[in-house]
């Protein structure tokens, strides 16, 4: 059960509002995000609804079956709809491209993509600082360093940045260069960064767990929420199966089963998705056609130069050829 | 290693080929489909190909890097489409949608149906007599009886009729009935059914395996094309992973993989793929998006009382506009 | 919910237990096996069980809660022993070790491995004839031919014969020459194939599928069972998952789970749950300590020469170290 | 390749060795542990081994064809051992048992468990402070202060304490207060955590991740190795699969694979691998069985009560019952 509270309520109404809540045997947690005030209510019980919402300062009571619940579509009507700032935004019906490289690795190379995504209309680049991987001896990313150049660059251009922080303690010195903060596959149920995420007041996409489930992907969006903020975005990227011919298996049943669960905007990431360059433009498509609010793309104006990933990233003429062909299958959806 | 024969070629220049293919160390197999003859050499050698292509009655040698080989694109040149007859086309450019209920039920239960499929016109009709049920005790469908049945009144309408052959037993009672045999997924590595499907003439649909691998769907094919029956069809219909929030995951990503790797069309099953009713019309778009040539569906004039998979199986209003969608899909895809 | 009826029960009898039952709302199956009578009753229904219990030659009524009924542990009381003659038994106290080759590929092979077999003890030789493979153009088995010469040899010494059977056509010959029918794993739901084991007396042996599910391993058994052969053995060999480091999972979890579940012997393949000669011991010696019932391992005189599986087959003298062990975790767990 | 330096090498010739690796063409990381200084080289290149092994202050080269390196059982003779103190060393022989509650709960609790395992001879109890949790609002333990009590009841009575660390900056107020910092199944790919673990010098157990591969848990422990700090466990606690009759699938090949792979000590988890409280026993000897070198337990006085994974915890009786007959498997080992 989720209790909307008035933007209003004075600081002895809440008290109630939560004892109340107490009395019936719920265990009550308050919420304040920059966009509001919640008790979420965990437990099963009978009661009149009308005895919590007929007190001072509750502005409505939602009743949630799940046992997430803020990012549950239960009680939000409507979609939510994440504004980046300059006429950016994503979800609700507001598609957005992301596109940029694996890895950042110098400013030619992000002068270059961004010049390419200004010619191609896309608005928000992507671009890894901090790299997840495997091997300690591998490349780990420029970092905050790398993060400045990155979004100078993009600034002067009016593009946004999307890039993945990896610990808490990244957080903060991130904060003034990005526009979106990613939680990267690994990190999916790493809880202590999704607390902290939730103290700041930014925009989060959460990819999908290795073999996270959509239910776990939900419940990663409610600590960020839960812990204050609601700027949110979920990703499926593909999970780990059997299935070797692919690095990972696209779950795209996954986003008409997050469109339905969730108010949050869905995002695919086709790159990881598949891990086939040549294929990357069908799973791509095919994303967006199964109800995609935007997609994020790996792209390199030399693919098998790129420190990172050049296997699953496109040229710059792949990439435009993409861009065209899923503005055209986001018409013909907005159509029907 | 294929060489295609001449088909003018005679008893013993066929011996020399394969003479000659043994004495370079290559097991030959010599294969005789309905549209060709082919000798299938397995291994790998150091050897000047001219002296097996200058031999008397050889068209072509082709050599194929993979171990699956007539079902491999790496020989053919172009893909391959399958003739349904009176003008059903399906693979290289003809599109086709399947629909039926998962049951085969009852006369008016058919009638109904073929009329919705001729009202939108739609050519080829699924329905299953034979019904692999994971239970002794659940509804193993109508039969022959049923065949008979379903089969005459699609007849009389010009509908294609494809449904699931569980043994060999069954292939020569079903022939006469049948457009398309479908091998189910339990199926899908059972050899001896396979083996025996190879040596009849009318098309087979196999469908990927429970958690088959896209390789071993190939090689499920080669099975029926080595045994002389080129006339093939392959579905993805999902598999098994972890997630339970669908009853299958769809692998979108089979879709392109399979089109590159062979020339037989590729057909999607979004029904089983997702297992739930109110998704299976975006997951059905995404398929097509994909670039399969080809999707099966399970629509029942009352999904509620369908005899089996209910649950996943569209009413007739339903299956009409996800008919006129894929259309526009398809249409969007040969503007491109 | 089932009906244990009475050898002595008369027809006119029998129709009155099932219409008893129908009355009451159940759908009834009447099971005749090589030991009893039953009448299962699927469905779920509130009445008074004496109204059946007490109808003239009804010996027990027992409920079952599972979905597959006959081979449930709910209803027996003890474990089930499969006795394959000679004081070779499998089950409910008595472990057996069978082992072999992957596939029969002479008579030398044979009688070196049954003379092994002898000097250590074992009763149960494996070995393949016909034999399922992912590709056409592998090795596929010395057929019945091979069978007959197999089973002359072990017969000559007492050694029990199991091997796999792969289609309806092959039970009738094969039958004179065996003594358990193994159905592998690709068969396991091939459900017409089981539906005529059902009518045969003897022995067989379901491997779990390739990723099959524990329960619908207790289908497939139930589907044997409800045909009239309640000779049943179960055979955990790995489940296929992402993880690549051994051909497949062993899920060692199924063998209590097994045992508590049902009746029926359960039998651990360490060799195909691993995949790699060096590993069967450890995992070999923890299946049996997991609690299986007997254990089915790949021997070979030469693993580097066997014409197949010789990756995970163990040579005679390591088979005969692990035999040994195996036995005195036997001894251990029996003093337990 | 693997350089070991000698202890007495002094700096100039430590930059010989790195500046003679990077003109052979290897990339080089210098490695400082509490143990050992060694240069790990990354590359493939061919040289003499002889123009490295015989500078000055090189005590050893070793060649190892894994990508990971220093965990590798490829260059280290004989197993590692980690010594707890007091006598309680684990690996190269020692086998322990680790057990206790999931989460710590109230002083009470921990005085019976220690009570408990000093009874049974158990030397070091596990229990969660710091508790990864899908949802928000579930109970995330006692903290740091719960720690404190937890672990001065246990120093009281010489049992060694292990603890998960959930993110960096827990690992320094932590120190104090443990004997076996653990790394959950979720952070197992937490690199920055690892890294940071790298630094300090106590033990570090880290658990497979929900669906990691057997080579990227041994990737994990690289970073930490890599980062400083060579006092390592692996544990095997079950993977995500499809099989839903247990909470996880206990991967049991991981055992002797593991093993041969890594020359660190190897733990089974019993109670996450199944998750059922009454199979535990059976695969928790399995697990033994199967060569690990300790093993760890959840056990509660009253496992109904537990304020989490009470579904999957022993009793004080059942788990007195399971430590002896761990104790006969391992003896009858040894005897081997």
Redesign the interface.
Known sequence: MIIQLEPSIAEPQKTSVVDAVKKIGY?P?HVATQYGDYV?C?GKKDFDIRTIGSLAGVRDVHYVSD??QLVSSKWKVGKTAIDLGDGVKLGDGHFQIMAGPCSIESEEQVRKTVQHLQSCGVRVMRGGVFK??????AFRGMGIEGLKMFSAICRESGIKVITEV????QIQPMYDYIDVYQVGA??S???????ELGRVDKPVMIKR????????LL?SA??VF??GNERLLLCERG????????RN?????????LK?KTHLPVIVDPSH??G?R??VE??A???????ADGIIIEIHEKPEEAASDGAQTLNFEESERLFR?IR??VA?QER?
């Open positions: 265990k947690k979420v965990i046992e997430y997840p991987r495997s091997s300690p001896y990896m610990e808490p303690a690994r990190n149920q790493n809880f202590n960064l999704l607390d767990g290795i073999s996270g489930t959509i239910e776990e419940y409610e600590y839960a812990g999970i780990r199966t059997y299935e070797k011919a692919s298996t696209f779950d795209i049943n996954a986003v008409p089963i339905e998705a598949i086939i040549e294929y069908p799973v498509l095919a994303g967006v056609m199964a109800g062909k055209e299958v013909l029907w």
